[in-house]
T-cell receptor
Framework: SQQGEEDPQALSIQEGENATMNCSYK?????LQWYRQNSGRGLVHLIL?????REKHSGRLRVTLDTSKKSSSLLITASRAADTASYFC????????????FGAGTQVVVTP | KAGVTQTPRYLIKTRGQQVTLSCSPI?????VSWYQQTPGQGLQFLFE???????NKGNFPGRFSGRQFSNSRSEMNVSTLELGDSALYLC????????????FGSGTQLSVL
């Protein structure tokens, strides 16, 4: 079973706009990660935020984590057509090895 | 550094057959984990290996098995294939498998007819 939910399921925006997606999870975690997947391909790691961190930036990405609400958000600023992909949050449960629990993903389409 | 390599890229099998998928991790990575991705169930964890030992296992039937070799390469096997086993099987590697980001291969797309 999946760890949590992502919202929205799909997002359609124009180039230059910001894209925000949210993730909720259920259990205590070591860290939360965001991945991108282009259609039918493998996942690419975007950013990792540890349970004791509240916000992290990487290029055009900004991730927040609220452990009290068991939720995270991913913001992509100034979207490009190349950002079109599915985005997944994944949590690392306490005491797990190599196991990520993925959300259902948000499908993002960026129109030129 | 070469990435995670999975072979074959596509596979078509019929019900009742068995299949073996292969994964070569990034050089130096000792943890290899496997995931199944389907439209209905999403991404689900199968199992994780470290230094030839299975450390973690997901909720899949015993028809799904795996192993890891001394060079960290891993294989997963599915016996007595069912239609519902049709999926993208993804392999991922990391240095230790503990609280790290994972590096994924492009996957093996398995179709069971």
């Amino acid at each position: 079973s999946q760890q949590g939910e992502e919202d929205p399921q799909a997002l359609s925006i124009q180039e230059g706009e910001n894209a925000t997606m949210n993730c909720s999870y259920k259990t205590s975690i070591n860290n939360l990660q965001w991945y991108r997947q282009n259609s039918g391909r493998g996942l690419v790691h975007l950013i990792l935020i540890r349970s004791n961190e509240r916000e992290k930036h990487s290029g055009r990405l900004r991730v927040t984590l609220d452990t009290s609400k068991k939720s995270s958000s991913l913001l992509i600023t100034a979207s490009r057509a190349a950002d079109t992909a599915s985005y997944f949050c994944a949590t690392v449960p306490l005491g797990s090895w190599g196991k990520l629990q993925f959300g259902a993903g948000t499908q993002v389409v960026v129109t030129p | 550094k070469a990435g995670v390599t999975q072979t074959p890229r596509y596979l078509i099998k019929t019900r009742g057959q068995q299949v073996t998928l292969s994964c070569s991790p990034i050089s130096g990575h000792r943890s290899v984990s496997w995931y199944q991705q389907t439209p209905g169930q999403g991404l689900q964890f199968l199992f994780e290996y470290f230094s030839e030992t299975q450390r973690n296992k997901g909720n899949f039937p015993g028809r799904f098995s795996g192993r890891q070799f001394s060079n960290s390469r891993s294989e997963m096997n599915v016996s007595t294939l069912e239609l519902g086993d049709s999926a993208l099987y993804l392999c991922a590697s990391s240095s230790t498998g503990e609280n790290e980001k994972l590096f994924f291969g492009s996957g093996t797309q398995l179709s069971v007819l």
